[in-house]
Nanobody, 123 residues
Framework: QVQLVESGGGSVQSGGSLRLSCAAS????????MGWFRQAPGKNREWVAA???????SYADSVKGRFTISQDSAKNTLFLQMNSLKPEDTAMYSC?????????????????WGQGTQVTVSS
């Protein structure tokens, strides 16, 4: 069972930066992908970024060039560096790991989820 705990959210002004972290436990070597999703009030969950075990990354068009996903060498912690933040980036950000069932993005099924961390960007 994979457990994911996010941290690093907060409130920032437009143009600012935040770095989210996700501590992962219980993941095996067969966990190929991890990613970030977000959900704003009244909107559907949106995929943000993903990284696979080879270090390849993929981003939603809305964050490309502003957000960077990475993980530590032990692959126990996932990061999301968010720069040039905009009010439309305001959402609950959740970390996700590959699982048996769930949404499919970047050649992976994301089946494990963290509780999320709130990001609020003011204009």
């Amino acid at each position: 069972q994979v457990q994911l705990v996010e941290s690093g959210g907060g409130s920032v002004q437009s143009g600012g930066s935040l770095r989210l972290s996700c501590a992962a436990s219980g993941a095996s070597d067969s966990t190929r992908c991890m990613g970030w999703f977000r959900q704003a009030p009244g909107k559907n969950r949106e995929w943000v970024a993903a990284i696979d075990s080879d270090g390849d990354t993929s981003y939603a068009d809305s964050v490309k060039g502003r957000f960077t996903i990475s993980q530590d060498s032990a692959k126990n912690t996932l990061f999301l560096q968010m720069n040039s933040l905009k009010p439309e980036d305001t959402a609950m950000y959740s970390c996700a790991a590959e699982g048996n069932s769930g949404p499919y993005y970047f050649h992976c099924v994301f089946g494990y989820w963290g509780q999320g961390t709130q990001v609020t960007v003011s204009s």
